[in-house]
């Protein structure tokens, strides 16, 4: 079982205040607060290298994601975050005694051989690391192709259990910014029931397998609280209508919803017709369906997501709060959890580098386990499943406007395999 | 009880927007003979354009809705001269062709247009929830029914009392005849294309606001719509209005009690069990007529 343990209030009040000593730290040598925990590693101004290595060409970086399209990973916050971390990091003087460059390659992934004809031009290339690939159906699709590329690619998505088990031959050159999903899993279902006091939870999920991994590791969260589903219901992520799943949940007091933006708000506007106020607990998508009020406000404010970090109230994380900062000065709109992994990602990238003290792609593959790093959103440092994001943040909406961190786990690393 | 009445009232409303879409569909496809694969994608581009009325002008909903209808009509229009008009003289698996780009062309423009982000379209009948007998029915279910009854009674008596409705049925039965006793095929087929378009467009503003509209919205909704219009008999409005309900009602009562999960799949599995036993459909008048 997957320990999660919650963030008590000393533990807090010590990463809170290194955390400042940090910025403090930081703030005096020019570097930004997302940094290495371990020591100043941006270059100052005038050029050279504080890490004591000159590189002979400069850093390239490739970004793999659409800024525009069909598809609903076609966002351009990722590009946003990651622009801003490479101005930043030039800013202070650059890696290796020169500037970081940057190139981005569409990867659409509603067209699976366009990705693979897109990764090989990108490799091409000949970038140190590249980051992106949003879409999970696009990191198995690419496997062979990064391993053969030997590149490092750092994932801007949550890691799943086929992406991390091996037996899909996930590439070892991929690493993932995002959390591990049965991890999120398990602490929004930890939270519903130890914190909300809930004990007749009903599941509902779509029937791909993203939702069918919700369903598995919901029940096996349940069962280690010594719960059981009250109900679970699978439904298509094409759905037009829930009234027949929504109605299987009456009697519960809180539904377990792991599907997409569509099918939650749709699961969110039936209960409120149907009467049913009990509050939900969802992914990422509920940031999405309060954000854009796909949902009648009283089913909204009685929703929680459980996600790795909330920038649109980032009160509760220093580092998170300046990358919000910087964010919103400029580009005048606010954050959002997309922007933090362009940004954390090359971050986390230069910190690759300057540990392997070599632009070579295979160095700084071997570099990538030994960096640690207190990203924005949330402390990075890789693991056996190639997981670095280990933090899981409780969101609840009673306020549209500024949604509150309720719940911070700090999660255990996941072993190879999952 | 409750749960019974909650599923009977969804089903109906399911099979009153299917039977708006799939009238669409069969009105165009026996006045030009052509499958209309953009289809779905008038649908939501009908809801696209209520939303972005809502949006920018600040009008209320109906005037939305009103101004996305006479929108899409004119869409239709252009889809007509654009992916049929040059083919009339083709075979018409090629319009069909044409139609599917035409499909693929409205959902990059929507995407480009308004995002992939899901948006949500306001009704007049907002949260607004009847009861009975413990069962708690949407406003808007009510609305959908009320509205597809009207505008369905409107295009049969179109189709059987007035002079365009004769002269579709003409270009049905017989479009070389028709044409040599002087119906305008041109003139028919460019209303046809915006009458189709229109209804897909109604379908769309009335559903949405009970889901979230999204680029791909509109295509479930056809599918959906064509195992309708092929179960109740691709030859009648009175067998593609059956199928509609029969689709919406089985979704719903089937999917709500016994195959839970896969309630999408129980239209398309009815529709061929039906064809194994019947294979002209539910109800097919001998002669080829709306």
Redesign the interface.
Known sequence: MTHVRSFGRTGRAIAICSALALVSTVAACGGSPSASTTSSTVAPASGGSSTGFKLSAPVKLGFLWEI?????V??SDMQRGATLAVKEINAAGGVGGHEVTDFRQTLPPLDLQATVSDFLAAAGQNPTVMIGVPSPTQVPALATDISAAKIPVLVTDIGQPNDVNGVTGMSPYTWFLGNYDPQLINAGITYQVKDLGMNRIGIMAG?DSYGQEGVTYATKALASLGLKPFAT????E????L???V??M?GANAVFNWAY??PV??QL?TM????MNIPTMTDESGS?VAG???A?ADTLSKMSVAGPCNPANPSYSPSLATFVKAYQAAYQTPATPNSTWGYDGVYFAIRAIEAAKSSDPQKVQAAIPKVSMAAACGPFKADGAHILNHQATIITFSSLTAPVTSKVFQLSPTPAGG | MSTLISLLASGISLGGVLALVSVGFLLLYKATGVLNFAHGDLVTLGAYVAIWVIAEWGLPSVAAYALALIALFLVGVIVERIAYAPLRKRPPLVAVIATLAAAIMIEGLIAVWQGANPKSLASPVQNVIFTIDGARIPAQEVLIVVAAVVVLAAVLFVFEKTSFGRQVRAMAADPEMAQLNGVAMRTLSMLAFGLSAALACLAGVLIAPLNEVTPTFGFTLMISGFAAAVLGGFGSIGGVILGSIVVGLVQNLLGGYVLQGYAEALPFILMFLVLVVRPEGLLVLKSSRL
């Not at chain 1, 525009?68 to 609903?72: C, D, I, K, R, T």
């Not at chain 1, 094409?238 to 209508?241: C, E, L, R, V």
């Not at chain 1, 409120?272 to 009467?275: A, D, N, P, V």
């Open positions: 525009q399209g069909e598809s609903s076609a966002v029937n219901q699978q439904f298509s094409q759905a037009t209508d009234t027949s799943e109605l299987a009456k933006p569509n708000a749709l506007k409120y017709q149907q009467g999405l854009l009020n796909l009648p």
